[in-house]
């Protein structure tokens, strides 16, 4: 199964970048990232220690709805391009523990599909609970419970 990664879509990423509302209909905060763990939601890297980021709550459902949780995430502060590929970022690897879970086409939660692994063990994850013909979508998120990206059958 060819897997389908992006990162949050760049009108989104653009209208946070304007000053447009998070999902608590807040203007981003701009704060300089510090130390490692910075990961950008739109291209999927690590930003630089030192860049700017913009920190903001972010629901990543087209819609409220019971299962639509929304959360802090961070974006590069400066323009970045769009993550797509078929594979997970190198650095989700280095990650010590990710949730993943999978969703129905009406974005609920398919529940037997939630699991915490080892971010070496995402991928093969994904792939599993992809398997499942229930589950349109998957979310991977860090341990704080931060959304990291989307994942689809490519
Ligand atoms: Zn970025």
Redo the contacts with the bound molecule.
């Keep these: 199964m060819r897997l389908a990664v992006r990162?949050i879509p760049t009108p989104d990423a653009d209208q946070l970048r304007r000053g447009g509302p998070d999902a608590n209909g807040q203007a981003a905060l701009r704060r300089r990232a510090e130390g490692q763990g910075n990961p950008?939601r739109?291209?999927l890297?690590l930003?630089a220690e030192g860049d700017d980021k913009l920190v903001l709550s972010y629901r990543p459902f087209a819609g409220p709805q019971p299962y639509a949780e929304t959360g802090p995430v961070f974006?590069?502060a400066a323009g970045?391009e769009r993550y797509d590929a078929d594979a997970l970022p190198a650095w989700f690897g280095f990650m010590a523990q990710a949730l993943v879970r999978g969703y129905d086409a009406h974005d609920w939660i398919v529940y037997e599909t939630g699991r915490v692994v080892a971010g070496r063990e995402l991928e093969a994850a994904c792939r599993s609970i992809l398997e499942n013909e229930a589950v349109a979508y998957v979310h991977i998120r860090s341990k704080f419970n931060c959304f990291q990206c989307r994942v689809e059958r490519g």
């Design positions: 990162g950008c739109h291209c890297d930003i974006l590069h970045c």
